[in-house]
T-cell receptor, first 114, second 115 residues
Framework: DSGVTQTPKHLITATGQRVTLRCSPR?????VYWYQQSLDQGLQFLIQ???????AKGNILERFSAQQFPDLHSELNLSSLELGDSALYFC?????????????FGPGTRLTVL | DQQVKQNSPSLSVQEGRISILNCDYT??????FLWYKKYPAEGPTFLIS?????DKNEDGRFTVFLNKSAKHLSLHIVPSQPGDSAVYFC??????????????FGKGTKLSVKP
């Protein structure tokens, strides 16, 4: 158990809909990262937050957005969903801003868009 | 354009023998490398890391070797155990001003250790 929690574990929805994925980092970790793992793909970095502020952006679509709240939990919002958004979404946390810090991953949320 | 490549999608090894997983990278800015292990239905778990100032890091049965000139790293597992059967991801990071820590992952290598 990494100490990072993600809810829900599974999510099934239809195209055009909007969903919210939630992540609670390990106690004391200030950085939260979101990654997407599609079929046959490695983990693709989406976005990083550190203590409530956006720190880095990767290949995140404009239809996706995220935020980190004062209690340090984070939410990833996916809107106007398309079939290709079906993937595993992982959240990770680390103590500092990340560089040279080990990232601890949650169990992931499996999103299926029908 | 993949910056971190794991060219072997799978590897099968006999229990007790050595497992060698390989990883190549193209971005010369990368200076911190990590290996993660992933079991089905779980998130990746950190295994071992190495910074570019070293060429070897060892932790128990796991050793990572870094060849900067070849932009190549490898993970050695000795001796391999059936419980090591998992997908192994190579990841890299660069210090873009100290405020970012996102990892660039390879696509993974599925290791099967046979009893």
């Amino acid at each position: 158990d990494s100490g990072v929690t993600q809810t829900p574990k599974h999510l099934i929805t239809a195209t055009g809909q909007r969903v919210t994925l939630r992540c609670s980092p390990r106690s004391g970790d200030l950085s939260v990262y979101w990654y997407q793992q599609s079929l046959d793909q490695g983990l693709q970095f989406l976005i990083q937050y550190y203590n409530g502020e956006e720190r880095a952006k990767g290949n995140i679509l404009e239809r996706f957005s995220a935020q980190q709240f004062p209690d340090l939990h984070s939410e990833l919002n996916l809107s106007s969903l398309e079939l290709g958004d079906s993937a595993l979404y992982f959240c990770a946390s680390s103590t500092g801003t990340g560089y040279y810090n080990e990232q601890f991953f949650g169990p992931g949320t499996r999103l299926t868009v029908l | 354009d993949q910056q971190v490549k794991q060219n072997s999608p799978s590897l099968s090894v006999q229990e007790g023998r050595i497992s060698i997983l390989n990883c190549d990278y193209t971005n010369s800015m990368f200076d911190y490398f990590l290996w993660y292990k992933k079991y089905p239905a779980e998130g990746p778990t950190f295994l071992i890391s190495i910074s570019s100032i070293k060429d070897k890091n060892e932790d128990g049965r796991f050793t990572v070797f870094l060849n900067k000139s070849a932009k190549h790293l490898s993970l050695h597992i000795v001796p391999s155990q059936p419980g090591d059967s998992a997908v192994y991801f190579c990841a890299a990071s660069a210090d873009y001003g100290g405020s970012q820590g996102n990892l660039i992952f390879g696509k993974g290598t599925k290791l099967s250790v046979k009893p």
